[in-house]
């Protein structure tokens, strides 16, 4: 099963996937939690990319697609893989499409995780997030055992660096403009799936089986 993952920052994309990835057994691909591993590391893609981030922008497509192709090619992704922000925009889901055909093989899902930009300031300022594995926990609506440290690895959880408020305003304009086109991409091509990421988030997850099959 191949499923994406569509929605605003801060929608559940993340927390979501997680559970996607461990129900269906299935790896769970976020550009951002790879971003995110290159910039702690240190490395060439994570000193650009973190450039764009901290800025709230996207980094450029060409940093990002063969990144993406590459990891779908791999032994693990043989059964499907859920992608989690990605695509964001409609070149990066052209390519997508494109290096699929070539292997004969399609896009099943987009699960679009609505929620308004209202409820969205609310939810990153209180989101945790551990940079070692990916994990991500809220301060209210889902705490880690210990404050600041991962319930799944032990290293410190951490406020990201792109959640500040004026970084999430501006994340949210880039998803209006150049992520949201991708929901009538995709509705074109009928995998268009919405669930409505406003509920608590196991009502959202329940929402998401329904639609995949248990
Ligand atoms: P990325 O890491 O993908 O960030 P994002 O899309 O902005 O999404 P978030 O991770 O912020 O939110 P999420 O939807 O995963 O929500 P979460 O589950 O954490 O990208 C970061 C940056 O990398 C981009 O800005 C860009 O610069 C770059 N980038 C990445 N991919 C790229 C690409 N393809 N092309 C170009 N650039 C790219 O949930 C949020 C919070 O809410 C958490 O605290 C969670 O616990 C809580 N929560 C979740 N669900 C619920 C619920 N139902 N009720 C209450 N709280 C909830
Ligand atoms: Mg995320
Ligand atoms: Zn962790």
Do not use: W
Not at 49 to 54: L, N, R, S, T
Not at 104 to 113: C, E, F, L, N, S
Not at 131 to 140: D, I, N, Q, R, W
Request: charged letters at 30%; aromatic letters at 6%; proline letters at 5%.
């Amino acid at each position: 099963m191949k499923i994406i993952m569509l929605g605003a920052p801060g929608a559940g994309k993340g927390t979501q996937a997680k559970r996607i990835a461990e129900k269906y057994t299935i790896p769970h691909i976020s550009t951002g939690d790879i971003f995110r591993a290159n910039i702690k590391n240190g490395t060439e893609l994570g000193q650009k990319a973190k450039q764009y981030m901290d800025k709230g922008e996207l980094v450029p497509d060409e940093l990002t697609c063969d990144l993406v192709m590459d990891r779908i090619q791999q032994e693990d992704c043989k059964n499907g893989f859920v992608l989690d922000g990605f695509p964001r925009t409609i070149p990066q889901a052209e390519a997508l499409d494109a290096a699929l055909e070539k292997i004969g093989q399609k896009m099943d899902y987009a699960v679009d995780v609505d929620v308004p930009d209202e409820n969205i300031v609310n939810r990153m300022g209180g989101r945790r997030a551990c940079l070692s594995c990916g994990a991500t926990y809220h301060v209210t609506f889902n705490p880690t055992k210990t404050e600041d440290v991962c319930d799944a690895c032990g290293a410190k959880t951490v406020l990201r660096d792109d959640d500040k408020p004026e970084t999430v305003q501006k994340r949210l304009e880039v998803y209006h403009a150049q992520t949201q086109p991708l929901i009538d991409y995709y509705k074109k091509q009928g995998i268009l799936k919405s669930v409505d990421g406003t509920q608590p988030m196991d009502a959202v997850f329940d929402a998401i089986v329904a639609i995949l099959g248990a």
